[in-house]
C-alpha cells in the first residue's frame, strides 16, 4: 500500500479509500447491503492489504453502516490504526437537526454519529452537499466548533458545484474557522466534468480529492453492456434530479478501457482507478467493495503505470455533460 498526505494538511493516509455505503442492515436502506457477517472478509481485507482510510456516512444504511463500521474497527483492527471519516447533510428524521447544515444540525448529528461509531472522535467529518438554506458562516463556526471540542480532526466536503466550495472556503478563512482539506467528487473516466472548475480550485488551495465512483458503478469495470453487480444491475439512467448519466460515447471509452487491460494482461478496473491514480489533484479513490477481487483490484492498479498513448485513447472520446447527483 502507498502513503500520502491528505491536501496539504499532515493526515497521512492510505492511497486506496474503503467505501462503506456498501455496509449496512440488510433491508435498511439498500437491497445490496452487506451485514457484519458479510461485510467481515471485506473488512480483515482491507486490514491486511493495509487500507486505513475508511470513509462512511450518517446516512448509509440510516445509521447501520456507522454501527457495523464500528464494531470491525473494534474486532479487526484499533481505533488508531484507521483514519475514520463519516458524513452529515442527508434526512436522519424529521425535524430542525435531522438534516441539513444548520448549527443545530451540526451539533446533533456528530454526537449522533460518534455513538453509533462507538468513538470519541472521528478524522474527517465531511458535509454531504451543500445546503442553500443555511448561511455558509453559520455552517464553517459550528463545524469549527465540533473542531475545537475535539469531537473531529479534520473537515471535509462533497459533490457541489465549485463555487459553492469556494463560498465555504471563504466564510471559513474571513472568520478565523478551520478550512475543509479535502473534497469528495465524483470523478471517472465517463464523469470528467470536475476537471474544469474543481480540480484547479483543490489545487490552489491545496485541498485533497477523494473521488467517489471511480469505476463509474461499475461501467468501466466489464464489457459495455456486461451483467455486474446487483447493484449496476439496476443500470438507472437519470439521477435523482433527471440528469442523464451515461452518453453515447461511453461505449468507445469503455470499449478503450477493455482494449487496454487485454494487452496489458489486467483488469478493466485496474486500468480505470490507475486513470484516476494518476491526476496529482487526486489523493485516493473511494472503493465501494462487496467482493474480495474488489479490493485486489484497487491495490493492484497502484501498479499501473499508464503510458501517455493509453491515456490518450482512454480520454479520446469522452463527452461533455452535466454534473449528477447534486
Excluded at 470523478?187 to 470536475?194: D, I, T, V
Aim: net charge negative.
Amino acid at each position: 500500500m502507498e502513503y500520502t498526505r491528505l491536501g496539504s494538511s499532515g493526515l497521512k493516509v492510505s492511497r486506496i479509500v474503503l467505501g462503506c455505503m456498501s455496509f449496512g442492515t440488510p433491508g435498511s436502506q439498500l437491497e445490496w447491503s452487506l451485514g457484519d457477517d458479510d461485510a467481515e472478509p471485506i473488512f480483515r481485507q482491507a486490514v491486511e492489504a493495509g487500507i486505513t482510510f475508511w470513509d462512511t456516512a450518517n446516512v448509509y444504511g440510516h445509521g447501520s453502516s456507522e454501527e457495523i463500521v464500528g464494531r470491525a474497527i473494534e474486532k479487526y483492527t484499533s481505533r488508531e490504526q484507521v483514519v475514520l471519516a463519516t458524513k452529515l447533510f442527508s434526512p436522519m428524521h424529521d425535524g430542525p437537526g435531522g438534516q441539513g447544515l444548520s448549527r443545530k444540525a451540526v451539533m446533533e448529528q456528530i454526537d449522533a454519529s460518534l455513538q453509533r461509531l462507538n468513538t470519541d472522535y472521528v478524522d474527517l467529518y465531511q458535509i454531504h452537499r451543500f445546503d442553500p438554506d443555511t448561511p455558509v458562516e453559520e455552517t464553517m463556526e459550528a463545524l469549527h466548533d465540533v473542531v475545537k471540542a475535539g469531537k473531529v480532526r479534520y473537515l471535509g466536503a462533497s459533490s457541489m458545484w465549485a463555487w459553492q466550495f469556494a463560498k465555504l472556503q471563504s466564510a471559513a478563512f474571513d472568520g478565523g474557522w478551520t478550512p475543509f482539506v479535502s473534497m469528495q467528487d465524483q470523478y471517472n473516466l465517463l464523469m470528467r466534468e470536475e476537471e474544469r472548475e474543481m480540480f484547479g480550485l483543490l489545487a490552489d488551495q491545496g485541498v485533497g480529492c477523494i473521488p467517489w465512483s471511480p469505476l463509474a458503478q461499475g461501467k468501466v469495470a466489464r464489457p459495455w453492456g456486461q451483467q455486474g453487480t446487483k447493484r449496476s444491475d439496476e443500470d438507472r439512467q437519470t439521477d435523482g434530479q433527471g440528469r442523464p448519466l451515461w452518453r453515447d460515447g461511453d461505449e468507445q471509452v469503455v470499449g478503450a478501457v477493455e482494449r487496454i487491460a487485454q494487452d496489458r494482461g489486467v483488469s478493466m478496473a485496474q486500468v480505470a482507478l490507475a486513470w484516476v491514480l494518476r491526476n496529482p489533484v487526486v489523493t485516493a479513490p473511494i472503493v465501494g467493495a462487496t467482493k474480495q477481487h474488489h479490493l485486489e483490484d484497487a491495490v493492484a492498479a497502484l501498479d499501473v503505470d499508464l503510458t501517455d498513448d493509453e491515456v490518450a485513447a482512454l480520454e479520446e472520446h469522452y463527452e461533455l455533460r452535466e454534473p449528477t447527483f447534486f
